[in-house]
Nanobody, 127 residues
Framework: QVQLVESGGGLVQAGDSLRLSCAAS????????MGWFRQAPGKERERVAA????????YYDDSMKGRSTISRDNAKNTIVLQMNSLKPEDTAVYYC????????????????????WGQGTQVTVSS
């Protein structure tokens, strides 16, 4: 497993942008598919975006499609989620997650597919 630490959350206003980063430790980061998830109070954890091991394939779920961009830098062991046009309903704890068991390919959006998780970073969007 890799160890993951998120940063970049905070309090913003509706319409603002925010850039979340996730730093990974460990030598196997480059073989992991990675994802960003979020969980709002009283709701299930849901995937926002994912990226394969190479960065060539990206996936966006309906919640932030068209308003977010996921990217990775394997040389720096980091992934980034750029979020734009934020809405109050985007308020949640955002988690970085890694899947090291499927050859670096993104195989689905279920949280159970990911075996490494960060501690989360709070994003609050005020109206």
């Amino acid at each position: 497993q890799v160890q993951l630490v998120e940063s970049g959350g905070g309090l913003v206003q509706a319409g603002d942008s925010l850039r979340l980063s996730c730093a990974a430790s460990g030598n196997s980061f480059g073989s992991y598919a990675m994802g960003w998830f979020r969980q709002a109070p009283g709701k299930e954890r849901e995937r926002v975006a994912a990226i394969d091991w190479s960065g060539a394939r990206t996936y966006y779920d309906d919640s932030m499609k068209g308003r977010s961009t996921i990217s990775r830098d394997n040389a720096k062991n980091t992934i980034v989620l750029q979020m734009n046009s934020l809405k109050p309903e985007d308020t949640a704890v955002y988690y970085c997650a890694g899947d090291g068991t499927h050859g670096g390919v993104v195989v689905g959006r279920q949280p159970r597919l990911y075996d490494s998780w960060g501690q989360g970073t709070q994003v609050t969007v005020s109206s």
